[in-house]
C-alpha cells in the first residue's frame, strides 16, 4: 500500500483529488494539508512514501517544502502537481529532487499511473513541462536577484541600499544591468518578467 499526503490550497481541488485517488488500488491517503508548513508537519508525522504538492501554497510553497525535506534526509517523495510551466520552477524542483513534475489538468488515472513509477523508484515529469529544460537559465545573479525582490516590495533605491549595504550608486549599476539583461522597459517590468520566468519568487 502506497500512503500519500495531498498538499493543496484550494479546499475544492484537493478534496476531490483526495477522493479519486483514494479510489485507486493500493493508494492510502493519509493526510491533507491546505498549506505548506502544515504540509512539512504532516509528512514528518505521518512519514508518508509520497507528497503530491501544489507549488503556489500559502506559507510555504512546494519547492520550500521539497527543499527542507531534501535537506533533512526525508524519505518522502516529492510530486509537484501545477499549472505553471516556468523555467525557474521547474529548475529549483530538480535541484530540489522532485521525482515528479506534473501538470493538473492530467487525468486522476494518468496522475494515479505516474505515482506508481514514482514509488517503485522511477521519476516522471509531464512532456510540456520538460520543455522548460531547454528553455534559458536564470541569467540574474544571486545579488541581482536580492534587488529584484527588493524592488518587486515597493522599495526605493535609498531602501535597498541600507537593506543590502550597498551604495545607492551601486544599487542603480545592479537595476540598470538587470534591466539590460531581461530587456525590461522599466524596473517594473523586469520584476515582472523575472517573476514570470520564476526567477524570482511571487
Known amino acids: 500500500m502506497m500512503k500519500i499526503v495531498i498538499a493543496e490550497d484550494q479546499g475544492m481541488l484537493r478534496g476531490a483529488m483526495s477522493t479519486l485517488l483514494s479510489m485507486e488500488e493500493n493508494i492510502e491517503v493519509a493526510g491533507q494539508a491546505g498549506d505548506g508548513e502544515e504540509a512539512l508537519r504532516l509528512i514528518l508525522s505521518l512519514d508518508p512514501d509520497l507528497c503530491v504538492m501544489d507549488i503556489e501554497m500559502p506559507v510555504l510553497s512546494g519547492l520550500d517544502v521539497a527543499e527542507r525535506l531534501k535537506a533533512e534526509g526525508s524519505r518522502c517523495r516529492v ?41 517503485a523508484g522511477g521519476r516522471v515529469i509531464s512532456p510540456e513541462l520538460a520543455y522548460s529544460m531547454w528553455e534559458q537559465e536564470n541569467p540574474l545573479t544571486e545579488r541581482e536577484q536580492d534587488i529584484l525582490r527588493h524592488l518587486a516590495q515597493g522599495s526605493t533605491v535609498g531602501e535597498i541600499s541600507g537593506a543590502l549595504f550597498l551604495s545607492p550608486g551601486t544599487v542603480r549599476n545592479y537595476i540598470s544591468e538587470i534591466m539590460q539583461k531581461l530587456e525590461a522597459k522599466n524596473r517594473i517590468d523586469a520584476v515582472a518578467i523575472a517573476q514570470n520566468k520564476g526567477w524570482i519568487e511571487t
Not at 530538480?94 to 506508481?116: C, E, H, I, T
Open 79 to 119: 510530486v509537484i502537481v501545477t499549472t505553471f510551466a516556468r523555467t525557474g520552477y521547474f529548475q529549483r524542483a530538480m535541484r530540489a529532487g522532485v521525482q515528479g513534475y506534473l501538470l493538473k489538468d492530467a487525468p486522476v488515472s494518468d496522475l494515479a499511473g505516474a505515482l506508481r513509477t514514482i514509488h
